[in-house]
């Protein structure tokens, strides 16, 4: 929808190289350690973390490359998650991959409802001192979007272990699923709208850690 016209092209251009270079920064995350990661089991799992978020933020900026490049690929090839499930499937041991695969999504969105919960995203952000209102402010923001994040990210999860009980690629979904599940469930505009809020406190709150965030570097 963004790269519909002239002006959407040129938005999603510079969405695409943002979203290189976010991948670029995770990649250096997990790679040159800048942030001290211990060489624990913690420490690594971390670090394998940030290097899966970076490989999935760079294949969104290649298809949205793509799309700013090209003609764009078959619109009705954009959700390919039914695809890769049913070649997960396929594969020896594949309905235990996809459940694992599943587990593993919920896990993250757990840890991020925890994250929310906790607060401890504020320990990174380098605040003046004296400024309370502005932490609130900013921890509020931060709880409500990661909350929101983490709600989004666990229906995806419980899909795709769905997919995997029932031996079926088409429960597996991502994000548009996610959202249309929500819609068509009980009190589901109320909720989508609380979703949709919470996504919009997300996008703050990433605008605010961009500016707040520290970042240490090795000497």
């Given at each position: 929808?963004?790269?519909?016209?002239?002006?959407?092209?040129?938005?999603?251009?510079?969405?695409?190289?943002?979203?290189?270079g976010?991948?670029?920064?995770?990649?250096?995350?997990?790679?040159?350690?800048?942030?001290?990661?211990?060489?624990?089991?913690?420490?690594?799992?971390?670090?394998?973390?940030?290097?899966?978020?970076?490989?999935?933020?760079?294949?969104?900026?290649?298809?949205?490359?793509?799309?700013?490049?090209?003609?764009?690929?078959?619109?009705?090839?954009?959700?390919?998650?039914?695809?890769?499930?049913?070649?997960?499937?396929?594969?020896?041991?594949?309905?235990l991959?996809?459940?694992?695969?599943?587990?593993?999504?919920?896990?993250?969105a757990?840890?991020?409802?925890?994250?929310?919960?906790?607060?401890?995203?504020?320990?990174?952000?380098?605040?003046e001192?004296?400024?309370?209102?502005?932490?609130?402010?900013?921890?509020?923001?931060?709880?409500?979007?990661?909350?929101?994040?983490?709600?989004?990210?666990?229906?995806?999860?419980?899909?795709?272990?769905?997919?995997?009980?029932?031996?079926?690629?088409?429960?597996?979904?991502?994000?548009?699923?996610?959202?249309?599940?929500?819609?068509?469930?009980?009190?589901?505009?109320?909720?989508l709208?609380?979703?949709?809020?919470?996504?919009?406190?997300?996008?703050?709150?990433?605008?605010?850690?961009?500016?707040?965030?520290?970042?240490?570097?090795?000497?």
């Amino acid at each position: 929808m963004i790269g519909e016209d002239l002006f959407g092209q040129v938005t999603l251009a510079v969405t695409s190289m943002g979203l290189f270079g976010y991948a670029l920064w995770q990649g250096y995350r997990a790679v040159i350690n800048p942030e001290r990661y211990p060489r624990t089991l913690q420490g690594f799992a971390k670090r394998v973390g940030l290097f899966l978020s970076g490989s999935a933020y760079a294949s969104l900026a290649f298809f949205s490359t793509a799309l700013v490049l090209f003609d764009g690929p078959d619109r009705q090839n954009l959700n390919a998650e039914d695809d890769w499930t049913r070649w997960l499937l396929s594969l020896p041991l594949g309905q235990l991959l996809v459940g694992l695969g599943g587990l593993v999504v919920v896990a993250v969105a757990l840890n991020l409802c925890y994250v929310a919960y906790s607060g401890m995203f504020m320990k990174r952000l380098e605040l003046e001192d004296g400024h309370e209102t502005q932490r609130r402010i900013i921890t509020t923001i931060g709880r409500v979007g990661i909350a929101a994040r983490g709600l989004i990210i666990g229906i995806v999860g419980v899909f795709f272990v769905q997919a995997a009980w029932d031996f079926s690629p088409e429960k597996a979904g991502g994000l548009r699923e996610a959202l249309r599940a929500v819609e068509n469930g009980p009190y589901g505009q109320w909720l989508l709208s609380f979703m949709a809020a919470g996504l919009v406190a997300f996008g703050a709150y990433e605008l605010l850690r961009s500016r707040y965030r520290t970042i240490p570097v090795n000497k």
